[in-house]
Each structure stands twice: as C-alpha cells, then as structure tokens.
C-alpha cells in the first residue's frame, strides 16, 4: 500500500510494513461520495490517513483511514502522525483487475523521490509517507427473504428503481448483494446469499411513475381473491392443540434447545392398570405432549377412588360405578380432546391364579393373553401399575420378548420403586445376549451399589430381584388387606418419576439400551439434556430422600430370564397355562431357583455343622 525508498543492498536493517486498517466510515462515506460526486469519474482523489505511536505490544503498526479521509483539511487525533495519499476507485471490477499496479508504485516513489530532491520533504515530513489505495465500487446489499438459489426477493425491486432514477446517468449497472442470514443446524449461515450485476434502465429524473404491480395471484394462478378457511382457528379444539404444547415449546426455545420433542410427543404407551397411578402417569404424559394412551383395568371406580384418581368423579361411581379403563381414556379425551386415548376392560391372566379346563374360562383366557400380546406389539412404552407382584407377571413376559421398554413403579406405605425394564437385544444378536452368561444374584443381595456402567440390555426386571416366583398374593387375604395402603402423595412423585424416566431414556441416543446412571453419577456431566437415566429411583418418603440402584439382569429370573422367553416364544398359550395353573415351584423348578435354593440350605446346614463342632 506504501511506497518505499531505499536499496536494500546498502544495509541490513529491516522494517515492519503497514498493516492497512480501513473503518466502516471511512466505507460508507466513499459510498456516499461515489453514488452523489464521482459517479463514473475514476480521476485519482487526494485522501489522508494517521498511523499511532503507542499501540500495545504485539500489535502491527496500523495506517488508518477513517470518515474524514476525505478532508484533506480534517485535524489529526492526538498522539498520531498524519499520511497523505491518493484513492483510484474503478467502476467495474474488470477495470480494478486491469489497473497497473506496478505503475501506480512507480510514480508514487518518483513523488516521494521528487520531494527528497528538491527539499520539499524538510519543509513538510509528511510527504514522506505517501500510499496508495486502489478500490472498486460499487455493490449494494439487500437483506433478502427469498429462498430461491437464482432469485432475488421482492424488497430488491423498487430499490432498483431509486438506483435508476437516481444513479443510472453515472453508472450503467450496478453489482447487487442479496443478503440472507439463515439458521442451520443451530449456527448461522449466510452462505445462501447470492451476487450478481444487474444493468439499470434509463429513466434519470423521469416525472412519470413507473407502471405499477404486485397483486397477489390465487392458489389458481389467477388475479382473483384468495380465501381463507378461519374455521380451524375458532375451533376450540384446534386452539387448545396449538396451546397445549406452549410450556414444551418454552422448554425448547429457552432452555433445553437439543430437546427432542418429536420423540415424546409420538410414542405410544400403554398403560396397564388405571388406579391411582395410572391416573397420575395419564396426566403427567399429556403434559409432555404424548397423545396415544391406551388403559387396561378391569375394575370399577368405586366411591374411595374419587380422592386419590384425578381422573375420576363422585357420578363415575354410582349404579355400581363405571368400568376405569374405559373412563379413563374417556375424561382424557374430556381434558384434551387432541389426545388419542382408549381404554380396554379386560383382565390379565396371573401366576397363582388357575385356569379352568371349561371351555368358556380357557377361551376367555386365550383372548385375554392375545389382546394383551397385540396391545404390547402395539406400543413404544409399557408402563407396570398394577396392585399385585403376579398381574406384572405376563406382561413382563411379553414386552421382554418383544424388545418393547417397560417402565414399573410400585408403592409401599412411604416408599416406591420406579424402574426401567433391561431392554433385550434384538432377536437375531443370539440367546447369548439376552442374559449374562454368568450367575449373577439378585441386587438386593448384593448391594445397590457395587455395579456400573451397566448398558440396558444387561440391566434386570422387576423380578429379576426375587429368588422366589410370582403366586397368588391375594389369597386367604381380606378386602382391607388386598388393598395397597401408602400415603396420598406418594402415587403422584412415583408416577411422575416414572413419565420422567421414559422421557429421559427417550431423549438418550441409545434409547432404551442407554448406560444406566447410579447415585455416584449425580455430580458427573449427565448423559442427556434432561439429566440422568437410571435403572431404578428408590423413595423413601419418611426421609424424603431417592436412590439411584443399579442391578444386573439375574440369569433365573422367572420373568426375562432366556429359559422363561425361550418357553414362552417356542410353546406360547400352552406355556402360559402351566404357569397359570401350577404353583410357583412350576417357574422354579424351571430357571434354576429350586436347585438354588437347594444349595443354599445345604451351605447353611454346613455351616452350623462347623460352629456346633468349634
């Protein structure tokens, strides 16, 4: 940018160069200047910069030409040395590239050169510090909303008409910047932004207005009115499903913007059992958006239920009370009718619980199991809220054998459990991955926390915990006693905890097969957006305070061990009745627990030999 004397041969001394430093002013005045003052003129134009004495350390020395460039009289800031120079702005592009830069450089150092010989120099420094700047204009820019990779949007328009009616004496066409700032994948992008020259009619100072366009054509391409269908938008259930998703939306926009809402909102959960949590699990999952629910109860609302199943109401139990599958999914579709619910009155085959040989009980039976079957098949989730360990049974079968997760919660009088089902790998991966090779015993056993890093497929079930099977818990039991007794809020934090877990499993890339966090992971980065994905959420409510457990899947397992899945996937209905209709030595006998349990008296027979011998 500056010309130099000197023969470099005479010394070694070396010398830091300008670094040009041009600000937006000193831009958007040679706009101004070039579009009302030199228009097509290219003559060279007399301008000054300043370069600074006391720049920071690292910085280079900086010439800079600022708004006042142009007023060869403007003062120079303090602290700073003035530089005169000479500013050739071409037309056009062509021309800029054309321009002889070598000599331009050639007689900027004869100037410099003229003004040591002659003595100018010692009257005035600044001669010495003569540069040049080579430029060309001009380009205007347009923020555009179009899309379109040739074309330019609609605001470009009659701004090419000022162009013209103002510039077009001065300049033939101009170079034209559509600018457009778009969002891609999170990050800003202007590389859709398009350049190209566009040559500007005649029509300098023309008294006439330009014909004028720009209605609208209808959805038929004609110049006719266009009609708009309001209908949806009065419709109160329209509005309630553009409204019910705000507090989602705010979640996204202002908080948690990697949250996948797409993969809430679309699953399908099954729900079995209608109760007290089932009512508040509905709830909890229409708030995060999820609009297929399906219940299955076969009870009746009864007038105890009212209080504790927000989905129930005092008429509900009257003339013997109505079915709660059925009015639950009922008053879902009251709360929002945008949400898809249904509700199947039917009962769930049990262990425990015997089959009779009549033809109408064992048929019963076969339609119970193959809805069941379909229901499960049918749905993303399998939410376990039942009252009895044995109703969990089957459906823990089923969902297992077809890879579908399970979330179960139970209730105590002030504890809960709330947990996610070791989600199977697929089919064709091998038996060998169903479960460990290994004998692994029940985490109760062994302590919550002595496992991690646990993947979902090695994780266990619900009854993976137990070294007993399932029976029939209800007999010989009264009507008070069958009834599950907790504390009124302990419903509503569990079934809560357990529309949270399924989200957060849900927001993991590995779905269901995600690591399983444990308590020790509270105070590391979490997994998803949303936090933590655990295995199981243990409350105690006397104490206010969760766990976080992990246990491995338990290679006798009476529910997903691979003996049990293999027997149900190979005989079906008939393995089912055999599990029905035998007791609990049935499932033992089957994966293993008999002989464990054998082995374990025999050791504690061992043992008491040795002390009674010490």
Known sequence: MAAVMGDPGLSKLQFAPFSSALDVGFWHELTQKKLNEYRLDEAPKDIKGYYYNGDSAGLPARLTLEFSAFDMSAPTPAHCCPAVGTLYNTNTLEAFKAADKKLLLEQAANEIWESIRSGAALDNPVLLNKFLLLTFAITVGVYDPCNLAQYPGWPLRNFLVLAAHRWSSSFQSVEVLCFRDRTLQGMRDVTHSIIFEVKLPEMAFSPDCPKAVGWEKNQKGGMGPRMVNLSECMDPKRLAESSVDLNLKLMCWRLVPTLDLD??????????????????????????????????????????????????????????????????????????????????????????????????????????????????????????????????????VIAASKRKLVINAALGFDTFVVMRHGLKKPKQQGAGDLCPSHPVAPADLLGPSLFANIPGYKLGCYFCN???????????????????????????IAGALAVELMVSVLQHPEGGYAIASSSDDRMNEPPTSLGLVPHQIRGFLSRFDNVLPVSLAFDKCTACSSKVLDQYEREGFNFLVKVFNSSHSFLEDLTGLTLLHQETQAAEIWDMSDDETV
Request: glycine share 8%.
């Open 466 to 492: 137990d070294v007993v099977a399932p029976g029939d818990s209800t007999r010989d039991r009264t009507l008070d006693q069958q009834c599950t007794v907790s504390r009124p809020g302990l419903a509503m």
């Open 263 to 396: 993969k809430v909102v679309s699953v399908k959960c099954l729900l079995l059992g209608a109760g007290t949590l089932g009512c508040n699990v509905a709830r909890t999952l229409m708030g995060w958006g999820v609009r297929h629910i399906t219940f299955v109860d076969n009870a009746k609302i009864s007038y105890s239920n009212p209080v504790r199943q927000p989905l129930y109401e005092f008429e509900d139990c009257l003339v013997g009370g109505k079915p709660k599958a059925l009015a639950a999914a009922d008053r879902l579709q009251k709360i929002f009718p945008g949400v898809n619910a249904r509700g199947f009155n039917m009962s769930i085959p049990m262990p425990g619980h015997p089959v009779n040989f009549s033809s109408v009980t064992l048929e019963q039976a076969r339609r119970d199991v193959e809805r069941l079957e379909q229901l499960v098949e049918g749905h993303d989730v399998v939410f376990l809220l039942m009252d009895t360990r044995e109703s969990r049974w089957l459906p823990a």
